[in-house]
Structure formats: structure tokens, C-alpha cells
């Protein structure tokens, strides 16, 4: 891992393997590493999010899971953000105080949502206990109201955040409020943070707008077609860019219209990287076959504009 170096690029949301009777399944994740890294050009991870299905994980398998990302990640990884947020918040501060203790880059908190604060001030005090207990580990807010119900505006939250939470860094930004992203980009240009997009289907509009770059999903088997994105738009050439765009959004629009979610993302990484991910633990159910098999097809009936 690179310790200093700015979260950039793209971000594999994780998801966490498991074994067909519903066990997590920390033997792959080697090969998931070497998965990433070689074919996807993927070199960050955000372990035990939303993909990661962490909020239906116990402690001791979301603690065992970072460690064995950070361990199998050491010398192949640049980043490995581990999710610690909770709805307990000395199970969050146990969380992050793990994370620093294993050595992860860094740590991210979405806000509590069963009771939820209300206003900037609860929810940044919620963010600084759990902050403080991991004094050197650079930390992200984690901001995803269409899952949280808490859509308190992050330009307002990152007023003063630094004053509150000296190790503030950034934003994984997973929301379609582009207005408050670039508000947030706009205003916070001398404090050098990471805000990293994260609805992937439409990436290159918040990069338009100065995302530093994504965490999502996808980029678990659409890693490499979305760097290329990332490349064109660098260039820039944006009409291969807007290529790139349409065609992952594509695939997409096609599966969001057969039911997707966390499940059918495990079979889709499952199919294309040929590691078993395994069944996703309920209240989520596996896809369906039907799914898998059109899901499929789709994918291998886009014409990339490199060829493949
Ligand atoms: C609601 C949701 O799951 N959003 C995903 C996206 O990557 C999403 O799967 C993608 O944009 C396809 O819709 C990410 O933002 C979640 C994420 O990064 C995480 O797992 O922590």
C-alpha cells in the first residue's frame, strides 16, 4: 500500500465472498487481489460497504475480512479503505480502532440510519468520536441518502469539518446531487480532499465537475473499460470518453431493468472473474439463473471501442 498518496483513480466496492451455506469466505480473496489488479488495472478497494453487504456482517467477520484485505492487499494495493460505519457507535469506534491498528488506509463512516441525526452538528459528532479513535488513519464520510434516508447536504457538512476532524480526507459521493458535489468541489479547493463519485453509470459527468474519481461496483468487472474512460476524459477525447459512458451504462440499464443489486453483482463478478463469490446472506436472495444467463449475454454482445 502507499501511505500519503491521494485516493484516486478508480475504487473497487468490494463485495465479500461467501461460502454456499452463508459463511464469509476469506480463501479467495488472494486470488481477488491478483483478480483486480491484473485484469481490471484496479488498485483501491472499499472494503465492507454497501457491495461488501458489511451492515449485515457481526464484528468479528467484518474485522477478519480487513484483515485479510489489508493483509493479501500489502504489496499489490495502493489503497485499502476499510467501511467502519455502524448504527452502534462504540461498535463503529471498535471498528475503526481495528482498522488503524491492521494498518489500513483509511476509513469511512456512513451516517447512522435507523435513528438518524438531524442536522450537520449530530451527524458530525457522530463522524468525530468515531474519527478520533483511529487518530492516523485519513477518514472519509461515506454519504449514500438513498440507503441512510439522510440526505443532510454534504457541502453544509464539510464547513469547518477539519477544525472537528483533523483527519478528514474526502468523500465516497454516492448520490445524483451533482450541484451539491460540485458545490462541495468548489468550495473546499484548499483542503486538497478526495471526492470520489459513486453512482458508476454516471461517473463522467461528476468527473466533468472534478471528482477526483469513483468507488463503486462495478469497477469489480468493468474496472478496465472505465479506466480507459478515465483515460480518454484525461486526454481528453470526449467523445470516446461519452463512448466508454454509454456503453457501461448500457449493460446497466439493461441488468437495473432485470432487478440488480448486491446479488446479481456476486454472480456478474462471479462469471466474469471466475472466483465464486457465493450467495449473498439475507435479507438479500441470490440471482436468478434466468438473470445470470441474459446478464451474460449482454455483457459479451458489447463492442468496446477498443475491439474486445
Ligand atoms: C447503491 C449502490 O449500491 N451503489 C453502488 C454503485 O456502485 C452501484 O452499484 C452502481 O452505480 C450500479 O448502479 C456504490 O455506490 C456502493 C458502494 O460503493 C459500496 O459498496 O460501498
Known amino acids: 500500500?502507499?501511505?500519503?498518496?491521494?485516493?484516486?483513480?478508480?475504487?473497487?466496492?468490494?463485495?465479500?465472498?461467501?461460502?454456499?451455506?452463508?459463511?464469509?469466505?476469506?480463501?479467495?480473496?488472494?486470488?481477488?487481489?491478483?483478480?483486480?489488479?491484473?485484469?481490471?488495472?484496479?488498485?483501491?478497494?472499499?472494503?465492507?460497504?454497501?457491495?461488501?453487504?458489511?451492515?449485515?456482517?457481526?464484528?468479528?467477520?467484518?474485522?477478519?475480512?480487513?484483515?485479510?484485505?489489508?493483509?493479501?492487499?500489502?504489496?499489490?494495493?495502493?489503497?485499502?479503505?476499510?467501511?467502519?460505519?455502524?448504527?452502534?457507535?462504540?461498535?463503529?469506534?471498535?471498528?475503526?480502532?481495528?482498522?488503524?491498528?491492521?494498518?489500513?488506509?483509511?476509513?469511512?463512516?456512513?451516517?447512522?440510519?435507523?435513528?438518524?441525526?438531524?442536522?450537520?452538528?449530530e451527524l458530525t459528532a457522530f463522524l468525530q468520536k468515531v474519527a478520533?479513535?483511529?487518530?492516523?488513519?485519513?477518514?472519509?464520510?461515506?454519504?449514500?441518502?438513498?440507503?441512510?434516508?439522510?440526505?443532510?447536504?454534504?457541502e453544509e457538512l464539510l464547513g469547518g469539518i477539519k477544525e472537528q476532524i483533523p483527519t478528514f480526507q474526502g468523500v465516497k459521493f454516492s448520490d445524483t446531487d451533482l450541484l451539491d458535489l460540485a458545490q462541495c468541489i468548489n468550495k473546499n479547493e484548499r483542503e486538497q480532499f478526495a471526492f470520489l463519485y459513486g453512482v458508476d453509470e454516471q461517473l463522467l459527468s461528476a468527473l466533468a465537475i472534478g471528482a477526483d474519481g469513483a468507488v463503486g461496483s462495478t469497477y469489480n468487472y468493468l474496472g478496465q473499460k472505465t479506466n480507459l474512460m478515465l483515460q480518454a476524459f484525461a486526454k481528453p477525447d470526449l467523445a470516446l470518453a461519452r463512448k466508454y459512458q454509454f456503453l457501461t451504462g448500457e449493460f446497466l440499464n439493461f441488468v437495473i431493468k432485470l432487478g440488480f443489486g448486491v446479488a446479481q453483482t456476486k454472480a456478474v463478478i462471479t462469471f466474469v472473474s471466475g472466483i465464486p463469490m457465493g450467495p449473498p446472506r439475507l435479507p438479500l436472495v441470490a440471482a436468478s439463473e434466468e438473470f445470470i444467463v441474459k446478464a451474460k449475454a449482454k455483457l459479451d454482445s458489447i463492442v468496446w471501442p477498443d475491439g474486445d
Not at 48 to 77: D, F, P
Open 1 to 121: 500500500m502507499t501511505p500519503g498518496k491521494k485516493l484516486e483513480g478508480l475504487v473497487a466496492a468490494t463485495v465479500t465472498p461467501m461460502t454456499p451455506d452463508g459463511q464469509i469466505n476469506l480463501s479467495v480473496i488472494r486470488k481477488y487481489v491478483e483478480y483486480l489488479v491484473s485484469e481490471q488495472n484496479v488498485k483501491n478497494v472499499f472494503v465492507n460497504g454497501t457491495t461488501g453487504e458489511g451492515l449485515s456482517l457481526n464484528i468479528q467477520e467484518r474485522k477478519q475480512l480487513a484483515e485479510e484485505w489489508v493483509c493479501q492487499g500489502k504489496e499489490k494495493l495502493d489503497h485499502v479503505i476499510i467501511h467502519v460505519g455502524a448504527l452502534s457507535l462504540p461498535e463503529s469506534q471498535e471498528l475503526a480502532r481495528h482498522a488503524a491498528a491492521i494498518g489500513a488506509s483509511g476509513i469511512a463512516v456512513m451516517a447512522p440510519f435507523f435513528f438518524k441525526p438531524t442536522n450537520k452538528d
Open 132 to 154: 478520533s479513535e483511529a487518530p492516523a488513519v485519513p477518514f472519509y464520510y461515506y454519504h449514500i441518502p438513498s440507503l441512510t434516508g439522510v440526505k443532510i447536504r454534504v
